[in-house]
């Protein structure tokens, strides 16, 4: 319980991951292009990415990706607020710390589109950082797309 009123904020919950469960869907019948034997069609669908797969059902049963798609959330010059946030089960955002900065790069990587950006202004625990800090100016590399932490502003 004392953590809970350490810091302010809201708690991420399952509730937060309700929109990245992965929805499967049948969609017909095909010929698989690797064998030539009859094939169902899947359809799969998560957050921000959607791909479609064909199940083999011949005498050795196999998967292939017919085709993928992920989409990016953010472009370069975006305006964004990234909070801090606890670590856990019961993790939690905290609100009043936080980083803001322009994105410089989109990029794709394993499991989806990451990006990186400069620091332009920083609050941590209610308390701004002042310009001539050496957190203002700095790149930050390597943040998903899909983080629940970032926001755009």
């Known amino acids: 319980m ?18 990245e469960r992965i929805k499967e869907e049948a969609i017909g019948e095909d010929i698989c292009p690797v064998c030539g034997d009859k094939s169902k069609l899947i359809k799969r669908k998560g957050y921000l990415w959607e791909c479609r797969l064909s199940i083999c059902t011949g005498k050795i049963p ?17 305006h964004i607020r990234i909070h801090e946030s606890t670590f856990a ?23 989806g589109y990451y990006f990186d950006f400069v ?28 983080d629940r932490c970032v926001t755009l502003l």
């Open 62 to 78: 196999h998967r292939c990706v017919i085709s993928e798609k992920v989409d990016s959330k953010y472009s370069v010059g975006d």
């Open 119 to 146: 620091v332009k202004r920083q609050v941590i625990v209610g308390d701004e950082i002042p310009d001539t800090s050496w957190a203002i100016g700095q790149t930050v590399h390597g943040i998903r797309h899909s």
């Open 2 to 19: 004392e953590n809970k009123n350490k810091y302010p904020g809201y708690e991420l919950g399952d509730y937060a991951y309700e929109k």
């Open 89 to 111: 089960k019961e993790s939690r955002i905290i609100l009043n710390s936080f980083r803001e900065g322009v994105i410089t790069k989109v990029y794709t990587g394993i499991g």
